[in-house]
């Protein structure tokens, strides 16, 4: 059984940093894409950033770009998000997921296994 921990959101001020981990375990994750999700109150959840495992080949989503990094450890089975010059609307519940494929991708149906969520908020 696959399980996804997420870490490390919490409240800073716009502008600020923060880095989220996401600890895997369960099963080999060198033929799966990785992604990091986020869902704001009222909104649908959104695509922030994916990256091939193998390969560690990203994409981001427009908003983000030029402002979050994602990266991964193998040896630790371990993605990370580090977010800079967060702002308010960056807000939101963020989550790791696996995907069912090695392809990176952005549809939320392409990801078969999620963590619980870990809650970012930016304040103006």
């Known amino acids: 059984q696959v399980q996804l921990v997420e870490s490390g959101g919490g409240l800073v001020q716009a502008g600020g940093s923060l880095r989220l981990s996401c600890a895997a375990s369960g099963r080999t994750f060198s033929s799966y894409a990785m992604a990091w999700f986020r869902q704001a109150p009222g909104k649908e959840r959104e695509f922030v950033a994916a990256?091939?495992?193998?390969?560690?080949?990203?994409y981001y989503a427009g908003s983000v770009k030029g402002r979050f990094t994602i990266s991964r450890d193998i040896a630790k089975t371990t993605v990370y998000l580090q977010m800079s010059s967060l702002k308010p609307e960056d807000t939101a519940v963020y989550y790791c997921?696996?995907?069912?494929?090695?392809?990176?991708?952005?549809?939320?149906?392409?990801?078969?296994?999620w963590g619980q969520g870990t809650q970012v908020t930016v304040s103006s």
């Open positions: 997921a696996r995907g069912k494929t090695a392809a990176v991708a952005t549809a939320t149906y392409e990801y078969d296994y």
């Open positions: 990256i091939g495992w193998s390969v560690g080949s990203t």
